[in-house]
């Protein structure tokens, strides 16, 4: 008769279960939801999560569950573990169902699922692996439409890097569809540094994300528990007492002590835990023991079929598995096809009470055996699980190669993180091994993108030149970490290889690395990329054409476009195109010409011709069938667009963009700059609305990448517009926030944002700063210039007359017209920025007339933007109000009013509405009135001496100055000051100044003389 020593009967854990019910049911209802259970080692976490599984199956309802687990042991190196045996099981349970969901996405799901046939022959870089995580996502939501799908991953501390960002992909990006993600980790294993603690932290920030923790057993659930065990209705209050108090209410000590209490051995148990769960190992017979320390090496779950195979005696094995599995120290799997122990704590005992010798022999078995007979195992975990028998085996002459193979199968499968991980084993090896495994018994060179792994001179190739060296692991692992994410590791790794390499005799391959330490150094946004990308360069200057020397001169090309581009650059280009079209470098060939193009636009003078050739680039990357670089070209032809004035042109390919990244899995990974696009492209046609929907989208959607920057100064610009210059603010920091300063792209819009927001606050000489810092860096181009210099001219002459902004003031508008004498108007837009800047520095000076407004008005009416004509209109308007033709004035006023109205420009339609109360124009269709204009500050609700009060204040006058001036008091001179302050809702002198000038309120006092 066997004992039973797991509690037929649920204990406790009420809370628990209540809350995974009601995250089932709001998954049931379309709101995706994730679960986290923690808790310490032996607390139950299986047991609940068994138990919610089975009342969610007995619920009536339609659900369908799955269940994956992380593997502890022989799980180095192997991705994607615990889901790829959660879809197995699905599989088995649907069948024909789960091949219908996948339908289309096979190729991408067979790295996940060999069930699904072979796996396409896409490139394995971050854009495929980008790609396998969309249509696994995109399988789980067609799986949840007509029922609820709730996946489970057991013992997630001990979750493969890839699995642990498929998972939280999973987490983010699900919506609308039923569905429920559970997983189970340890608390008690998360040391400070453990890859899980950031990954739970990042996660639970997630409004969909709930964390539960479990707790330790009180008394009376330790007496429920032990009832179930011994079979009895109210077990002896003394053994409760003392069970609990030295299983300190954990379930699985409670259950050990059970048993072992059972056995009648309770008195002679020590404290160590080790002897705890090792005494009922050692009640069994020395053969059951055997089969237990060779199944605790085995792994975390070993096939019964490798089993045999180490073991030898079939029937000896299934009679000792038997009796294991009948003292519950080994459970079937669910599948039927192997075994796990029942808690991994027993496992970490057994296999701790090896000796050393002990464990590398039972390692060397099992190794044997799968190499002879390796459909014992499935082929997707065969590579890695080979690797790792060899190395426990402590056998580097068999452990470096199979590393080796295991890291390639792992970049079969976008797994990077475990590629690099066998790379690094395969890099401590190295020196272990004698020539002859090195020479002998290694893989050839894998992949590394454009690394040369032959460095001899054609002439001197042999047959030695296709043997693995220690250089290309190197070049291997610098690539896995780069597309891992791991940066810095890839750094290190390049340093290192670095120091191998000879740069006199194989430049080409010093030069890649320097050119992979550029990137890398560009991502983590510190310096030092220019002078890697420089000293590349002089590596292959005067080689011969290769695809290194290609993509050297096409990266230094692009790093320059963003940052200072000159005529050089477009010759560098060229001569990257060329070098890669006749080494057959396709892809470096097109990311090439998109660079040509672009340097082409900012510093040629036919924009079409730059535009057709960047049309070309995108229809041949179209051909040539590799998605990341095809949105790359239809990204920067949208930009390119837009900076031409042809922003309807530059929404229709956003949005084509954001299909072909949708369609090939990228959304997520570069929707980012895509979305920005479109935002932007709306905003410059006044569909504010649109834009707003296109950013609230992108949040659902929650793409991700380096431009998130982007998509903050758009929410800020939309915030602006509205005159919330709180969030403004707020957005202009997180998109500041990015470091991008000196990519031009990003730092001269950023600044115009921050010019603005300064302005309409009232703080001119901070609008000023920020003007100034702005063109202290590099200059840009038309397109994000001529706006800059634009808004900083409207701040100067806004503030024209305030004495706190004379100091400095003349520099300002120089070195604001010198920018301006560097920049050649290439399009319409440009023409018409370029009219209003000259018509803004006329105004600073006082000079302005209706001639510069009108001209300005006449250059942007073809572009049919809604900005910034608009504020041409107003100010030709201003500018003829102030020429005494109110009827022309009020004509102009309307029609820009119309316009800022459909872009939902608060600021500037508070500025319409300013002018015409003080010019007493109508706003409505009507004629206006022969009316006597209002007096100044009459609008504002100001009496006449408060009118006279702000006139001195404007002028810089202090309150005792006020007072003596107006014969009243300083006293009642503070008065009337604060309550100027509160009527326009200013906090300080220098605002309230600042918005009298900027209204105009007093315009005799800006007029020049004669005037």
């Known amino acids: 008769m066997q004992q039973i020593s797991v509690s037929p009967v649920f204990v406790g854990r009420g809370t628990e279960i209540t809350a995974l019910g009601e995250a089932l049911r709001r998954a049931g209802a379309g709101s995706p939801q994730a679960v986290l259970i923690g808790g310490e080692a032996g607390v139950g976490k299986t047991r609940l999560l068994e138990e919610f599984l089975q009342q969610a199956c007995d619920g009536g309802g339609q659900v369908v569950t799955t269940v ?76 949840g439409v007509d029922r609820t799908l709730v996946l489970a991953v057991e013992d997630l501390h001990w979750s493969d890097r890839s699995t642990r960002e498929l998972f939280a992909y999973l987490v983010r990006t699900l919506h609308r569809a039923r569905v429920l993600l559970v997983a189970t980790y340890r608390t008690d294993d998360l040391h400070r540094r453990h890859p899980l603690r950031p990954f739970l932290a990042e996660l639970e920030r997630l409004r969909t994300v709930q964390r539960l923790e479990l707790e330790r057993f009180r008394r009376g659930e330790v007496a429920a528990q032990l009832a179930g065990i011994l079979g009895t209705g109210a077990p002896d209050s003394q053994l409760v007492d003392r069970i609990h108090r030295r299983s300190e209410g954990n379930p699985f000590f409670v259950e050990e002590l059970a048993t072992a209490f059972q056995d009648g051995c309770f008195s002679g148990l ?81 296999s701790d009470d090896l000796l050393p010798g002990e464990r590398h022999r039972i390692n060397r078995h099992f190794a044997t055996a799968l190499e002879a007979q390796p459909h014992l195992v499935a082929c997707d975990v065969r590579p890695a699980r080979l690797a790792n028998y060899w190395y426990h085996a402590h056998d580097p002459a068999r452990a470096l190669p199979t590393a080796l193979d295991a890291a390639r199968a792992a970049r079969r499968r976008n797994a990077f993180a475990e590629q690099l991980g066998m790379l690094e084993r395969a890099l401590e090896l190295w020196d272990q091994v004698s020539e002859d495994v090195l020479e002998h018994t290694l893989r050839p060179y894998d992949w590394a993108e454009t690394y040369p792994p ?90 011969a054409p290769s695809a290194v020397q290609a993509e050297v001169f096409a990266l230094g090309a692009g790093v320059a476009m963003l940052k200072h581009p000159g005529p050089e650059h477009i010759e560098l280009a060229e001569r990257a195109v060329a070098i890669a079209r006749q080494v057959g470098a396709h892809s470096v060939e097109q990311h090439a010409r998109m660079t040509l193009s672009s340097l082409h636009n900012d510093l040629g003078n ?344 702000l006139r001195l204040l404007a002028r810089g006058r202090t309150n005792r100055q006020i007072a003596e001036e107006l014969y009243i008091s300083p006293k009642t001179a503070s008065v009337h000051v604060s309550n100027i302050l509160g009527k326009l809702e200013v906090t300080g002198r220098g605002e309230a100044a600042a918005l009298a000038h900027r209204l105009r309120l007093f315009p005799e006092d800006l007029a020049p003389a004669g005037r």
């Open 68 to 143: 994956g687990g992380c593997l502890e042991v022989g799980a180095e190196g192997l991705p994607y573990a615990p889901l790829s045996t959660a879809l197995r099981r699905l599989h088995r349970a649907l069948g024909a169902e789960l091949e219908a969901a996948a339908e289309g996405s096979e190729g991408h799901l067979a790295r996940l699922l060999p069930d699904f046939g072979e796996a396409d022959g896409e490139p394995n870089d971050e854009y495929g692996r980008a790609r396998l995580f969309e249509h696994t996502a995109r399988l789980f939501e067609r799986l």
């Open 270 to 350: 020590t404290d160590s835990l080790r002897d705890i769960l090792l005494v009922r190992v050692e009640s069994l017979d020395e053969g059951t023991q055997r089969a237990v320390r060779i199944a605790a090496e085995g792994g975390s779950y070993v096939e019964h079929a490798l089993l045999a195979a180490v073991l030898d005696d079939e029937e000896e094995l299934i009679e000792s598995l038997r009796a294991a599995v009948g003292a519950n120290i080994l459970r079937p799997d669910t599948d039927g096809d192997g075994y796990r122990f029942r808690h991994a704590l027993v496992r970490e005992a057994v």
């Open 454 to 543: 032959c460095g001899c001179d054609h002439d001197t190739h042999d047959a030695s030149c296709t043997r693995l060296q220690l250089i290309d692991v190197l070049a291997e692992a610098v690539v896995a970490a780069r597309r891992s994410g791991d940066r810095e590791r890839g750094l290190s790794l390049s340093r290192r290889a670095l120091k191998l390499v000879d740069e006199q005799e194989n430049p080409a391959r010093a030069a890649w690395f320097r050119i992979n330490r550029a990137r890398m150094l560009g991502h983590l946004r510190r310096s030092g990329d220019d002078e890697e990308i420089a000293h590349a360069h002089r590596l292959v200057e005067n080689l």
């Open 606 to 949: 036919d924009p079409d011709a730059a535009v057709a050739e960047l049309t070309a680039a995108v229809e041949a990357t179209r051909r040539l069938g590799v998605p990341d670089v095809l949105l790359r070209g239809i990204n920067n032809l949208a930009s390119m667009l837009r900076g031409l004035g042809r922003s309807e042109e530059a929404v229709a390919l956003a949005r084509e963009g954001l299909e072909a990244a949708d369609s090939t899995g990228l959304l997520r990974n570069t929707g980012t700059i895509l979305i920005g696009n479109l935002a932007e492209a709306l905003i410059d046609l006044g569909r504010t609305e649109e834009a707003a929907r296109v950013l609230a989208d992108s949040e659902a959607t929650r793409p991700h990448g380096t431009h998130a920057e982007f998509l903050d100064r758009m929410r800020g610009e939309l915030a602006l517009l509205s005159g919330d210059l709180s969030a403004a603010t707020g957005l202009l920091a997180q998109a500041r926030a990015a470091n991008r300063i000196g990519q031009l792209q990003h730092s001269v819009p950023i600044s115009r944002l921050a010019v603005r927001i300064a302005a309409l606050s009232g703080r001119p000489m901070e609008a000023r700063a920020e003007l100034l810092a702005a063109l202290d860096l590099p200059i840009g181009q038309e397109a994000d210039l001529y706006p800059l210099l634009v808004e900083g001219a409207a701040v100067e002459a806004d503030c024209r007359g305030l004495p706190e902004a004379e100091d400095g003031r003349a520099e300002v508008l120089a070195r604001i017209a010198a920018a301006a004498a560097g920049l050649t108007p290439k399009a319409p837009l440009h023409h018409g920025w370029a009219r209003l800047l000259e018509a803004e520095l006329a105004r600073a000076e006082g000079a302005d007339t209706p001639a510069h407004w009108s001209a300005a008005v006449e250059a942007l009416r073809p572009t049919a933007l809604a900005y910034p004509l608009a504020w041409a209109l107003l100010r030709t308007a201003e500018a003829e109000v102030l020429a005494g033709r109110r009827e022309e004035a009020g004509e102009l006023l309307r029609e820009a009013r119309k316009l800022a109205k459909a872009r939902g420009d608060a600021p500037l339609l508070a500025e319409i509405a300013a002018l015409a109360d003080r010019a007493g124009l109508a706003l409505t269709a009507r004629r206006a009135a022969p009316a006597k204009a209002p007096l100044a500050g009459e609008s504002l609700g100001l009496t006449p001496r408060e009118r006279d009060v």
